[in-house]
């Protein structure tokens, strides 16, 4: 059976599915996206992601492509019909599609496409063992805040990281951590509290970041929002990154240095826990 993919109103088989050659999401990166796990067949934080693409498109001045109710309508009979169990929903929405030009048209139709990845998320296997991060310098523009498809630097740099035997990059400006190249990025001190840097257009507003931070609050956790360095991360009790299809995962080694025995966190495995047990009761 062939995967069906949703584009501009349409279900059909993925062979079958067209955008123009003129659409600027393909000419000019003009587009912004929202990624949605899949766990029991239900969908995970729907209302979040939703909240963060109208933000996204509302700072570029884009189209909202259609209402709430339908895009959780396609989500849901897309999973339906692909007999996703486990995995994500993938959604993009671009300007529109208009002959190349930097200035665009005010009364371009956006382009909305959607489809889904069945993968094993929950048990992945760097949820127990952790994975290996490099420090990269932080290429990126400065609009990290607007989940953008402009994803040429974070490829460059996990490429880099797995050229180099490693899992991931976390990126550094003017001293400090970012985020990862496609997650938040998180420190335990050794007295215990958590830390994640604060929010600014520096990095997105990861709706996981979000969610762990209230339910680490909910178990009397100590959080503390302020940006860390990779010397203060590498000599961290623990660290982790969490993202919308990662969730909370360890991370066991920061540029060569590895933290306590090389296993996760007991704090991390916890808040993985939690993350796991909260959204599934949440999912719809
Ligand atoms: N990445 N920071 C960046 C740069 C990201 O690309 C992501 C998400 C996050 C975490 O955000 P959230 O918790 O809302 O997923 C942080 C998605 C999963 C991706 O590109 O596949």
């Known amino acids: 059976m062939s995967r069906i993919v949703y584009v501009n109103g349409e279900y059909l088989p993925e062979e079958e599915a067209k955008v123009s050659i003129f659409d600027r999401g393909f000419l000019m990166a003009d587009a912004v996206y929202e990624v ?35 895009l959780l309508e396609i989500h ?34 956006p382009t909305l496409v959607l489809f889904t990845q069945a993968k094993s998320i929950e048990h992945s296997p760097t949820a127990t063992t952790g994975i290996k991060v ?10 990290r805040d607007i ?4 994803l040429l630097f974070p490829s460059l740099a996990k490429m880099e990281a797995k050229a180099q035997g490693k899992d991931d990059a976390w990126l550094v400006e003017d001293g400090f951590v970012t985020e990862g190249t496609s997650n938040n990025a998180w420190i335990v001190t050794k007295d215990g509290t ?41 000599n961290a009790a623990e660290a982790f990154f969490t993202s919308a299809s990662a969730f909370v995962t360890p991370v066991v080694e920061i540029d060569g240095a590895t933290l306590g025995d090389g296993t996760p966190g007991p704090v991390a495995r916890r808040l993985r826990e939690i993350y796991l047990a909260e959204s599934r009761a949440r999912a719809i």
Not at 41 to 61: T, Y
Not at 87 to 93: N, P, S, T
Not at 134 to 143: C, K, L, M
Not at 147 to 150: H, I, L, N, S
């Open 147 to 150: 989940k953008t498809v402009q």
């Open 76 to 109: 849901r009979e897309l999973v339906k019909r692909n007999e996703v169990k486990e995995g994500g929903v993938y959604l993009q929405v671009t300007r529109g599609a208009s002959d190349r030009d930097f200035v665009w048209a005010k009364d371009l139709k």
């Open 134 to 143: 490099i420090a990269i310098e932080d290429q990126r523009w400065a609009r």
């Open 36 to 70: 949605c796990s899949v766990l029991d067949g239900k969908l995970l934080e729907f209302e979040g992601h939703i909240a963060r693409l109208h933000r996204s498109l509302s700072e570029l001045k884009m189209a909202e492509p259609c209402s709430d109710e339908e």
């Open 194 to 234: 958590i830390v994640t840097r604060d929010l600014s257009t520096d990095l997105l507003h990861g709706i996981t970041r979000a969610s762990v931070m209230k339910y680490a609050k909910e178990a009397q956790m100590k959080v503390e929002e302020r940006k860390f360095t990779i010397e203060e991360a590498q």
